[in-house]
């Protein structure tokens, strides 16, 4: 069982930076393809990026260019460095871990954090 917590969420003004983490539990956190996702009120839950086991990262158009994903497997936590705020990235962001690259659903899920930005 892999347990993920989120934190950093809070309220910024637009424009504004915020960085979310995600620590992980399990002695494989290397190993895993951590997603970070969002869903805003009313809305479908939405992707906003991954960090595959290796690294590589990739990024919807939404908010490509502005987010940016890391990771310190010494410290089995991803980051989501959020640049450039906009109202409508306002949303609980939640990340998701899956065992390798390869498959294709998410396992595990953190609770999620509540990002809200002001305009």
């Known amino acids: 069982q892999v347990q993920l917590v989120e934190s950093g969420g809070g309220l910024v003004q637009a424009g504004g930076s915020l960085r979310l983490s995600c620590r992980a539990s399990?002695?494989?956190?290397?190993?895993?393809?951590m997603g970070w996702f969002r869903q805003a009120p009313g809305k479908e839950r939405e992707f906003a990026g991954i960090?595959?086991?290796?690294?590589?990262?990739y990024y919807p158009d939404s908010v490509k260019g502005r987010f940016t994903i890391s990771r310190d497997n010494a410290k089995n936590t991803v980051y989501l460095q959020m640049n450039s705020l906009k109202p409508e990235d306002t949303a609980v962001y939640y990340c998701?871990?899956?065992?390798?690259?390869?498959?294709?659903?998410?396992?595990?899920w953190g609770q999620g954090t509540q990002v809200t930005v002001s305009s």
């Open positions: 960090s595959r086991s290796g690294g590589s990262t």
């Open positions: 998701a871990a899956k065992l390798n690259d390869y498959v294709l659903e998410y396992a595990y």
């Open positions: 399990g002695r494989t956190f290397s190993s895993y393809a």
